[in-house]
């Protein structure tokens, strides 16, 4: 796995929607804001739902590397 100098990383592959979206949320309450966490999730519904959805909740989300079935994201965690 690629290293972004995240603080914590999840591969949520394979994980329906919304589990996911829960599961980085989750994980993002328990770091301190500016915190960084790494997320590697499936195309399609998995993309098109949790990115923005992050990004509604006040956190910055910069996508790391693409790939035909996958991406992995670093999401910096907004204000609480």
């Given at each position: 796995?690629?290293?972004?100098?995240?603080?914590?990383?999840?591969?949520?592959?394979?994980?329906?929607?919304?589990v996911n979206?829960?599961?980085?949320?989750?994980?993002?309450?328990?770091?301190?804001?500016?915190?960084q966490l790494?997320?590697?999730?499936?195309?399609?519904?998995?993309?098109?739902?949790?990115?923005?959805?992050?990004?509604?909740?006040?956190?910055?989300?910069?996508?790391?590397?693409?790939?035909?079935?996958?991406?992995?994201?670093?999401?910096?965690?907004?204000?609480?």
């Amino acid at each position: 796995m690629e290293s972004s100098g995240a603080d914590q990383s999840l591969d949520l592959r394979g994980t329906p929607c919304p589990v996911n979206f829960i599961r980085c949320r989750l994980a993002l309450e328990t770091l301190p804001c500016g915190a960084q966490l790494q997320v590697t999730l499936d195309r399609g519904e998995p993309e098109a739902m949790v990115l923005p959805g992050l990004q509604q909740d006040g956190h910055a989300v910069s996508v790391l590397h693409n790939d035909a079935d996958w991406l992995r994201i670093v999401v910096t965690r907004g204000p609480a």
